[in-house]
């Protein structure tokens, strides 16, 4: 699996920027796609992540309320919704991919995409 994300850019507090995750490769519908996050200086950490074959999702509590993932399996394709987005959003966002159950740490995921950065001003 091949993944591209983009979508990142500059924004204002409370506003808001879509991110996509574009797979290539094998077969999108038996994996489960997730998104990560890297601020500067910190760990990266886990934003969401979407199971297509049993259409879990799983969000971090920081997300809660404010992003939104979905995917279209026809365009092997994943989009994260981020609204009312904060100063402390500001990191480079990567999507990666594994098979079968949701989980919630990188190291678990085997495919990574290469980062869109976002970038949120106060």
């Known amino acids: 699996v091949q993944l591209q994300a983009s979508g990142g850019g500059l924004v204002q507090a409370g506003g808001s920027l879509r991110l996509s995750c574009a797979a290539s490769?094998?077969?999108?519908?038996?994996?489960?796609v997730g998104w990560f996050r890297q601020a500067p200086g910190k760990e990266r950490e886990f934003v969401v992540a979407?199971?297509?074959?049993?259409?879990?999702?799983y969000y971090a509590d920081s997300v809660k309320g404010r992003f939104t993932i979905s995917g279209d399996n026809a365009k092997k394709t994943v989009y994260l919704q981020m609204n009312s987005l904060k100063p402390e959003d500001t990191a480079v966002y990567y999507c990666?991919?594994?098979?079968?159950?949701?989980?919630?740490?990188?190291?678990?995921?085997?495919?990574w995409g290469q980062g869109t950065l976002v970038t949120v001003s106060s």
């Open positions: 490769g094998r077969t999108f519908s038996s994996y489960v």
């Open positions: 979407i199971s297509w074959s049993g259409g879990s999702l």
């Open positions: 990666a991919a594994k098979g079968f159950t949701i989980a919630t740490t990188r190291d678990e995921y085997p495919y």
